[in-house]
Every structure is written in structure tokens, then in C-alpha cells.
């Protein structure tokens, strides 16, 4: 089966990192991808690793991949309000031009 | 570049009448586009995946004469929601893939929100 979980909620105030984790079940994988959604939008994509990676480094994002333990984290450093949304984690098996499989999503507040 | 857009953004329409959502990439040929239905605070859930030319194929517990699905082009789809009812009411999100750039993601739409009466 396919299954991706995540916490369904995370608040951090402005100024701090803020981790959020996804942990899926397809060990054949090949990509993983983090979505941003804001209210009443579309998702737009923030960053995507392939599954040789262990990390991808992108400005203010890091994401993090542990194979073996089929981890999946996001971090934003120096978090602002405008990083409020909910964020979406998905895998593909054969990649972004197919079938995803997202995860359950998870609201980020951000706190002054 | 990589826009898709949808239209219309909000429908309000009467129980069993039929919707139709369009789905356009407006500045890149999609060879695939994906329909996506989101419950509030819930993930999305793919519906179907249509192809140019091509039948859609839909996903289990998706009912295929319910949802009709039309990709006339490679730029646009269509889904239309026939007799509408209530439990139909939810925000269809639809995205769209160049398949030759298989590393990366489907471009999503803005979304539509149904809401059956």
C-alpha cells in the first residue's frame, strides 16, 4: 500500500526553524516532493529530492531523507508568516509527470 | 512559466444539474493532466488521470460516468460533475505534467469550489 503520514499541526513562532515530518510506507520511491497550499489556493511546489539523496538544500529550506527509516522532513529556517499554509509531502514511483501520492498534510501557524 | 489555470475559481450550482470545470495550462503542452478532489483539511485525493486524445483512466471508487472527464487538447480538460449533488460539493483541484521533464512535479491549478445546493 501507499500510505504517507504526517502531524496534522505545528506551531512555532517567527524567527525559528520549523521541522515537518513525513513518514511513507513505498519503499520503491523514487521521488519526493514538499507542497505548500495556502487557503483556498493550489499547491505549489517547494522542493523535491530523489530517493539516492540523503539531503537537499534549498535557501531557507532543508529537506531531509531517511531511506532506511522512510523519513521525510522539511525544515524552514528563519520562519516568517508568510510561511503559514499547510504543507504536503508526496512520493512518486516514477516521477513528477505521474501518479503522487500525498500525504495527510500539515497546518504550519506561525506565531509573532 | 508553468502556469495552469481553472476556471471557474467558486460554482454554486442546484442538485442535479451538471458543472463543468476547465483546466488549461496556459503557457506549455501537458501531455497529462491529473484531476484531484480535496475534502476540507483533508489530502487530495486523484480522481483520474487523462491523456490527450485518450480515454481517462479513474481511480478505484471513482465513478467514471459521474466524473467525465475530456482532454481535447494539450492544453485543456475538462471534468464535468453530471447531477450534482450535495455530497459532490468540495474543492477540485486539477494539475498538469510535461512528460518529457519527468523529474519534476505536475503544475497545479488554482482550484474550484463546488458547492451543490
Known amino acids: 500500500g501507499e500510505d504517507v503520514e504526517q502531524s496534522l499541526f505545528l506551531s512555532v513562532r517567527e524567527g525559528d526553524s520549523s521541522v515537518i515530518n513525513c513518514t511513507y510506507t513505498?519503499?520503491?520511491?523514487?521521488?519526493l516532493y514538499w507542497y505548500k497550499q495556502e487557503p483556498g489556493a493550489g499547491l505549489q511546489l517547494l522542493t523535491y529530492?530523489?530517493?539516492?539523496?540523503d539531503m537537499k538544500q534549498d535557501q531557507r529550506l532543508t529537506v531531509l531523507l531517511n531511506k532506511k527509516d522512510k523519513h521525510l522532513s522539511l525544515r524552514i529556517a528563519d520562519t516568517q508568516t508568510g510561511d503559514s499554509a499547510i504543507y504536503f509531502c508526496?512520493?512518486?514511483?516514477?516521477?513528477?509527470?505521474?501518479?503522487?501520492?500525498f500525504g495527510t498534510g500539515t497546518q504550519l501557524k506561525v506565531e509573532l | 512559466g508553468a502556469v495552469v489555470s481553472q476556471h471557474p475559481s467558486r460554482v454554486i450550482c442546484k442538485s442535479g444539474t451538471s458543472v463543468k470545470i476547465e483546466c488549461r495550462s496556459l503557457?506549455?503542452?501537458?501531455?497529462?493532466m491529473f484531476w484531484y478532489r480535496q475534502f476540507p483539511k483533508k489530502s487530495l485525493m486523484l480522481m483520474a488521470t487523462?491523456?490527450?486524445?485518450?480515454?481517462?483512466?479513474?481511480e478505484q471508487g471513482v465513478e467514471k460516468d459521474k466524473f467525465l472527464i475530456n482532454h481535447a487538447s494539450l492544453t485543456l480538460s475538462t471534468l464535468t460533475v453530471t447531477s450534482a449533488h450535495p455530497e459532490d460539493s468540495s474543492f477540485y483541484i486539477c494539475?498538469?505534467?510535461?512528460?518529457?521533464?519527468?523529474?519534476?512535479?505536475?503544475?497545479f491549478g488554482p482550484g474550484t469550489r463546488l458547492l451543490v445546493l
Open positions: 494539475s498538469a505534467a510535461v512528460e518529457a521533464r519527468r523529474s519534476e512535479t505536475q503544475y
Open positions: 513505498d519503499s520503491s520511491s523514487t521521488y
Open positions: 529530492i530523489f530517493s539516492n539523496m
Open positions: 508526496a512520493e512518486s514511483f516514477t516521477g513528477g509527470g505521474n501518479k503522487l501520492t
Open positions: 503557457d506549455f503542452q501537458a501531455t497529462t
Open positions: 487523462s491523456n490527450e486524445g485518450s480515454k481517462a483512466t479513474y
